[in-house]
């Protein structure tokens, strides 16, 4: 079985530019996530989509990030315009079910803003 | 506000002997723990899990303890073995219908 895929692994630009991650879950997956790791922190959700529907984006810094999941699938997470302390480790999880049954996760996308 | 707590930040152990990871949660309304396992430059995976109407739960060489009425949790390895070395999230949510709220962390260190 295929586990999540995210590209790229990673990603360096300058401050006030956007950036863009792509996720593609396990198929079947319901669930999506994505999670902000900052360095030296646990992962923080940033939003949750049960198929192509938003469950969750209140910890979504909707001022400059948005995410989409169009049909159900893939996922985008956009940055715009990145900041500084938006350097961290962007994860990527899927779940069969609507939420903790087992998330997985993907390898990650290492985001450096300089 | 930090409603999972892990207050070590680092252990390290022999080979052969106990580990045992410690996580605090504030939430009541958590039900469902869960423990993740996270080598360098990879993602989190998951390694057990726990839910409240259990005191505990076991697999292999990993046990989960589970203490609501203290709020705590704690992960045991026995015996440690050196690729065990990695950091450990305690992750918890209200149900199985919400997204986890993590620690930050233990990192664990099993040496030869």
Redesign the interface.
Known sequence: EAG?AQSPRYKIIEKRQSVAFWCNPISGHATL?W?QQIL??????LI?FQNNGV??DSQLPKDRFSAERLKGVDSTLKIQPAKLEDSAVY?C?SSI????????????TRLTVV | DQQVKQNSPSLSVQEGRISILNCDYTNSMFDYFLWYKKYPAEGPTFLISISSIKDKNEDGRFTVFLNKSAKHLSLHIVPSQPGDSAVYFCAASPNSGYALNFGKGTSLLVTP
């Open positions: 999540v996530y999670y030296g922190q646990g992962p923080k959700l949750q469950v969750d994860l999880a079910t609507g939420g903790s049954a087992e998330a997985f996760f993907g390898q990650g």
